[in-house]
C-alpha cells in the first residue's frame, strides 16, 4: 500500500494502489499555492485514500477548492475539489514515501507555465549544489 507524508512527519497518509492519473499541474493557483513552477499531482479515488496520522489544515483558495497541508511544517499534502475532480483526492507526488513509483504521464495547464519551463531539460545538472 502506497504511503506519504508531510516533511515533519506529523501528517500521514495511505492509499490503495488504484490512482486513476499522474500529471504535473503548472496553473497558478498551484504555482502560488506550492511556491514552484508547476505540482505533480497523483490523482486517487477517494474511496481509496486514507488519512493515516494527524489532521491537516485547509486553506478553501477558490470555490469548491480544499487545498489541505501540513499546519506544522506547511507541506501541501493534497487537494480536493468535488465539482472539478469528483470522487478524487489528488495528492502531492512529493509527499509520497516512493515518488518514483507514479511518474507524471502529462503536463497540464501548460497556458499558464512560466516560458522558461519549456528549457528546463537544456539546463546543467548536478547531483548536489554545484562547487
Known amino acids: ?4 507524508r508531510c516533511h515533519c512527519g506529523a501528517c500521514a497518509y495511505s492509499f490503495d494502489d488504484a490512482p486513476t492519473r499522474a500529471s504535473v499541474c503548472h496553473c497558478a493557483d498551484c504555482r502560488r499555492c506550492a511556491g514552484a513552477q508547476g505540482v505533480a499531482w497523483l490523482a486517487v479515488p477517494s474511496g481509496a485514500f486514507r488519512l493515516a496520522q494527524g489532521e491537516p489544515a485547509i486553506y478553501r483558495s477558490s470555490p469548491g477548492t480544499e487545498r489541505h497541508f501540513c499546519g506544522a511544517c506547511g507541506s501541501g499534502l493534497f487537494y480536493i475539489n468535488e465539482e472539478v475532480l469528483p470522487g478524487i483526492v489528488d495528492i502531492q507526488i512529493g509527499t509520497l514515501d516512493d515518488p518514483d513509483a507514479f511518474p507524471p504521464a502529462a503536463l ?5 507555465a512560466p516560458a522558461w519551463v519549456e528549457t528546463l531539460h537544456t539546463l546543467p545538472k548536478f547531483d548536489r549544489f554545484p562547487g
Not at 108 to 112: E, K, S, T
Open 1 to 4: 500500500m502506497p504511503t506519504g
Open 108 to 112: 497540464i495547464q501548460m497556458a499558464d
